[in-house]
């Protein structure tokens, strides 16, 4: 079942150049998507399209067969439960203000679910390895890794079919890096997952799909096993090349 196409699409800045150019791109429920590239490919710019935070210049995005209107508060509001996202930096993405209980509870009170908000957090927090007393406390209290964690718990608070990961462990030492991986590769059983990352070989640990974007275009997608073995673009087997092999992928 296709969760979220792109037909065609292409978007500019006011008066300026394309920075996604024709972008045609099907996510697939309970195939992980990577998508690839360096900084300036257009990477965040198709993430913020993905998640219904800009509009495209041209060509269409849709939403289960439906084309994603960002004006239909209904359509929108069942959009918003379905698709969350993780974001890069884990010191920046948690408000230091809030308790943990009310940070994973967001969105859960701002899209209006009726379920036992306590309960939900509770369980959130526990299918991430954290314990429960982390409710009570605040995000300058926990390390690097554990933030993530809380960030990836307000993301699936809601139980949504898709997550979108924002170089999501660019930020965290090698060790937690490795325990974030095998999070969420635990997650992904459950939720199909978009991870956004110069990192190729990361993204391979966790998708089975990938993407490759070079200057706002898509010079080379398929099976992530064939992309690896066999690289048909010249800027593939750089990323390739530039990167650590790793001993593991999906």
Request: net charge neutral; charged share 25%; glycine share 6%.
């Amino acid at each position: 079942m296709s969760l979220i196409d792109l037909a065609a699409v292409s978007y500019a800045y006011a008066r300026g150049r394309n920075v996604l150019d024709g972008i045609d791109l099907r996510i697939e429920a309970g195939r992980n998507l990577g998508i690839v590239g360096e900084s300036g490919s257009g990477k965040t710019t198709i993430l913020r399209l993905l998640l219904g935070l800009a509009q495209p210049t041209s060509g269409q995005i849709s939403f289960r067969d439906e084309p994603l209107d960002l004006r239909n508060r209904r359509f929108m509001r069942g959009f918003r439960r379905s698709v969350q996202a993780v974001f890069q930096d884990p010191y920046s993405s948690l408000d230091p203000r809030q308790k943990v209980a009310d940070i994973v509870a967001e969105p859960l009170r701002s899209l209006k679910v009726d379920t036992d908000i306590e309960g939900a957090v509770a369980r959130a927090l526990a299918s991430v390895d954290l314990p429960l007393d982390t409710a009570s406390r605040y995000p300058h209290e926990f390390s690097g890794g554990q933030r993530q964690r809380i960030a990836i718990a307000r993301a699936i608070v809601s139980q949504p079919e898709l997550v979108l990961a924002d170089e999501v462990v660019s930020a965290l030492d090698l060790t937690t890096r490795i325990r974030i991986v095998d999070l969420l590769k635990t997650l992904s059983e459950n939720t199909t997952l978009v991870l956004v990352s110069h990192d190729i070989g990361f993204v391979t640990l966790l998708c089975q799909d990938l993407i490759i974007l070079e200057r706002g275009r898509i010079v080379e997608q398929g099976p992530a096993r064939d992309i690896l073995s066999a690289p048909k673009h010249p800027y593939t087997r750089r990323l390739l090349d530039s990167t650590p092999r790793l001993p593991d992928f999906a």
